[in-house]
């Protein structure tokens, strides 16, 4: 069945360094690729999504580009913030029904 | 701005008891999730409801859970009786299809503790 990998957290960088969390999937066809973010104490947000091969999603200064020979859709920022600290969230959504396959998140820790 | 809508927020009770879970999805929007999310399972799936129709319930444990959608404003998620394994943060999200995916909104959670 489908599934989805993220690398494994916490990943602890400073202020202004360079971030990304690696997701690799598994799945049939051609599935639509996430990431939500979840900040402390609150519920997950859409940070970005790409829906074909090649996309690149965009937000927040967040991107991931949907990369089909890989089975790959990993998250970069150039420079993160304090505020970026987060739970960050790999997902998938395939053809054969609209459910979210979702990887099992990455905390991510900023330090000023 | 639109936003998903729980009740209550926090939520601690005892073993044995009931326990309902209010959600209320964003206005227009025609399919509610409900999920559970623990330290041990991450975030799991526990049934989800398209115009008011469940369509698929099979992560939520039948004996104990049920799940209802009485109007397009209000979806129930009801536990009775409760066991300290449930106690999780159990959150709602609404959304709408977008071609072969629903673009999700979470509301913010009830955290439930059952002692």
């Known amino acids: 069945g489908d599934s989805v990998t993220q690398m494994e957290g916490p990943v602890t960088l400073s202020e202004e360094a360079f971030l990304t969390i690696n997701c690799t999937y598994t799945?049939?066809?051609?599935?639509?690729l996430f990431w939500y973010v979840q900040y402390p104490g609150e519920g997950l947000q859409l940070l970005l999504k790409?829906?074909?091969a090649d996309d690149k999603g965009s937000n927040k200064g967040f991107e991931a580009t949907y990369r089909k020979e890989t089975t790959s859709f990993h998250l970069e920022k150039g420079s993160v913030q304090v505020s970026d600290s987060a739970v960050y969230f790999c997902?998938?959504?395939?053809?054969?029904?609209?459910?979210?396959?979702w990887g099992a998140g990455t905390k991510l820790i900023i330090k000023p | 701005d639109a936003r998903v809508t729980q009740t209550p927020r926090h939520k601690v009770t005892e073993m044995g008891q009931e326990v309902t879970m209010r959600c209320q999805p964003i206005l227009g929007h025609n399919t509610v999730f409900w999920y559970r999310q623990t330290m041990m399972q991450g975030l799991e799936l526990l049934a989800y409801f398209r115009n008011r129709a469940p369509l698929d319930d099979s992560g939520m444990p039948k004996d104990r859970f049920s799940a209802e959608m009485p109007d397009a404003t209000l979806a129930t998620l009801k536990i009775q009786p409760s066991e300290p394994r449930d106690s999780a943060v159990y959150f709602c999200a609404s959304g709408l299809p977008q071609g072969n995916f629903y673009e999700q909104y979470f509301g913010p959670g009830t955290r439930l503790t059952v002692t």
């Open positions: 799945a049939t066809g051609y599935p639509s």
């Open positions: 790409a829906t074909k």
């Open positions: 997902a998938l959504s395939g053809d054969s029904n609209y459910q979210l396959i």
